[in-house]
T-cell receptor, first 113, second 115 residues
């Protein structure tokens, strides 16, 4: 049973455009929703995270939008750059921390120059 | 300030052999997590350990897999009698504490290939 569904599987965006990746979850006990960025041959690195008491969080060019009633959250990358090309994973956990993170399957993002 | 160190980076084992994966957490971190990543899949949680204690092993296969985090030295993920299905990337993460809003820092992973 996949508890966090991520889409699209792959995404191509022109430089300067907006990249949007979506995730949906099933377990209403989840209360911590991070996004990770992974480059080939590297481990995932935390980009930005949100808790369900806010509907949006912005850090630089990265924004998380959160819809608690729909059990959905999304990552927006503004002014996308070639250096943003990577695999992005959404995740969720119950304890609000790093224990037992449930990951989506990932989105391969390519930013074309 | 070194990050999470995993070794080896690549490991090849024949079916039936044992695989030992090591993880040294970031300095000052006493919480360690192991995840497995299959090709084109997200990471799957396996086990959460603190020094000398297993806190949550709900994602760990019941047989052939074990993990430890001794008082001294790295955390070890041990896979006995490996099978081809064990081929995957194994990531370790560490955190300063296990509480709310705790960021986990991931290592670069060990890529296990079973031939």
């Amino acid at each position: 049973q996949q508890q966090v569904k991520q889409s699209p599987q792959s995404l191509i965006v022109q430089k300067g455009g907006i990249s949007i990746i979506n995730c949906a979850y099933e377990n209403t006990a989840f209360d911590y929703f991070p996004w990770y960025q992974q480059f080939p041959g590297k481990g995932p690195a935390l980009l930005i995270a949100i808790r369900p008491d806010v509907s949006e969080k912005k850090e630089g060019r990265f924004t998380i939008s959160f819809n608690k009633s729909a059990k959905q959250f999304s990552l927006h990358i503004m002014d996308s750059q070639p250096g943003d090309s990577a695999t992005y994973f959404c995740a969720a956990s119950r304890q609000g921390g790093a224990d037992g993170l449930t990951f989506g399957k990932g989105t391969h993002l390519i930013i074309q120059p | 300030n070194a990050g999470v160190m995993q070794n080896p980076r690549h490991l090849v084992r024949r079916r039936g052999q044992e695989a030992r994966l090591r993880c040294s957490p970031m300095k000052g971190h006493s919480h360690v997590y192991w995840y497995r990543q299959l090709p084109e899949e997200g990471l799957k949680f396996m086990v959460y350990l603190q020094k000398e204690n297993i806190i949550d092993e709900s994602g760990m296969p019941k047989e052939r897999f074990s993990a430890e985090f001794p008082k001294e030295g790295p955390s070890i993920l041990r896979i006995q009698q490996v099978v081809r299905g064990d081929s995957a990337a194994y990531f370790c993460a560490s955190s300063l504490s296990g509480g709310m809003n705790t960021e986990a820092f991931f290592g670069q992973g060990t890529r296990l290939t079973v031939v």
